[in-house]
């Protein structure tokens, strides 16, 4: 079996020292004899394999616009070693069949762990409970249901969904979007801005009042709510309520949205059209906050790779969606790290721990030590670049940090004690 030994990696408690990996697993250094491969990683930081909640592979059915190939190589390249698949494919990820054939396609193809999510409704059309118990019960091990895309709407299959997982430890993530506040054509984040530019506008309220109602059928059915991509102060606030009250409520926070802004969208550059929409500063400062006092608990990426032809669109008319995987760790440095508002013991619990555990992914998240699974990444935090879309790994090329000066840090990450990436 394959062998690693690598030196003078720096741990976030500052300790440094030499881990070594056999048979996908750390074991002590000692035993590191004879022919192996050996990484120097002197002046490095070692950080467990970052996990993120919110991958949309694209496959079945856009393999124009991602696989689960091309979209684990961008995982590895941003230093993930796991990845939720969301469920909103072609066709849909709502039965027990179709969840398999994901978590097949991740072993067989794939450079990270890849954990299907199941869709919430058959078809995502909001009416009827998809198969949860069946995809439970699955090989998958589904845990995470969601219509990602688009909002389960009706209450009461909502508080259903919840009472109905509840069972296995499972857990919603809800796209909260309130569909007659901001419909189908919201694009922009309601201001004088998408009034200016004459972009339908998409409420910050439209968030916060599914995400108001979630909480109260989280506690009524006695189950686990996860907010995706936190995106406005008010939402933060009755999240931080929930939590004070006791109920179980997780929350993601998207790089984009702790980076860029709404003015990005007064170009019409169709990049910049995601959903949730681009905020403004006010609210970015809520979601920094939010995600540095753990009431957002986790970062998420979002990553939704488009074709061009899906792109090149009035910005009305264009799909929503942008890049994720391979700059996140960059952006929350950037914006968390580099500025003093989060420690790194801080990002490893929000980018790796704390999304397994939402997960229930057992084997990911794990610490660095002797016996456990060997899933990390070696960073050079100081690292730098000027991103170009055009060398990314991800089939697409939707890149809204194209141009930008951003932290650079993943020089490799390994996946079960095999090699993903390298620079
Ligand atoms: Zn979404």
């Not at 681009?278 to 074709?307: F, M, S």
């Not at 991103?387 to 390994?414: C, F, Q």
Request: charged fraction near 20%; charge should be negative.
């Amino acid at each position: 079996m394959t062998s690693i030994l690598i030196t003078g990696a720096r741990k976030v408690d500052g300790i440094a020292g030499d881990l070594f990996i056999r048979d996908g697993v750390f074991t002590d250094p000692a035993q590191a004899i004879g022919t192996l491969e050996r990484i120097d990683a002197d002046g490095l930081m070692v950080l467990p394999g970052l996990v993120d909640l919110h991958t949309h592979l694209r496959q079945p059915g856009r393999e124009d616009a991602e696989t689960i190939a091309t979209g684990t190589l961008a995982a590895a390249r941003g230093g993930f070693t796991c990845v939720h698949a969301m469920a909103n494919t072609d066709p849909v990820t709502d039965t027990a069949e179709a969840a398999e054939w994901i978590a097949q396609v991740g072993i067989e193809e794939g450079h990270a762990q890849v954990v299907p999510v199941g869709a919430v409704s058959k078809g995502l059309k909001g009416e009827e409970l998809a198969e949860l118990g069946m995809m439970a019960r699955s090989l998958a091990k589904v845990r995470v249901f969601s219509d990602d895309g688009k909002c389960v709407a009706d209450s009461m299959l909502m508080r259903r969904a919840l009472s109905y997982v509840s069972s296995f430890d499972g857990v919603i993530a809800q796209h909260s979007q309130d569909p007659r506040l901001a419909g189908p054509t919201a694009c922009c984040h309601e201001s004088e801005l998408s009034g200016r530019l004459g972009l339908p506008g998409w409420p910050a309220q439209a968030e916060s009042v599914i995400v108001a109602r979630d909480v109260q059928l989280a506690e009524l059915a006695n189950s686990r709510l996860h907010v995706c991509h936190v995106s406005t102060a008010e939402s933060v606030d009755v999240i931080r309520w929930a939590k004070a009250r006791g109920i179980q409520v997780t929350a993601e926070a998207t790089p984009h949205h702790l980076l860029l802004d709404t003015n990005l969208v007064a170009g019409y550059d169709t990049t910049f059209k995601v959903n949730p929409p681009l905020r403004t500063t006010e609210h970015l400062e809520a979601i920094r906050d939010a995600l540095a006092d753990g009431t957002i608990d986790a970062v998420a990426t979002d990553h939704a790779p488009h074709a061009p032809q899906d792109k090149d669109h009035p910005f009305d008319v264009a799909l929503p969606g942008m890049l994720g995987l391979e700059y996140a760790l960059g952006v929350v440095i950037e914006v968390m790290v580099n500025t003093g508002r989060m420690d790194w013991p801080t990002l490893t619990k929000r980018m790796s721990h704390t999304p397994a555990q939402i997960g229930q992914v057992h084997g990911q998240g794990r610490p660095i030590t002797i016996g456990e699974p060997a899933n990390l990444v070696l960073i050079d935090p100081a690292a730098r670049t000027t991103i170009d879309k055009n060398t990314s790994k991800s089939r697409s090329r939707n890149n809204p940090y194209h141009g930008l000066d951003l932290p650079d840090p993943v020089v490799a990450t390994i996946w079960a004690g095999r090699v993903t990436y390298r620079r």
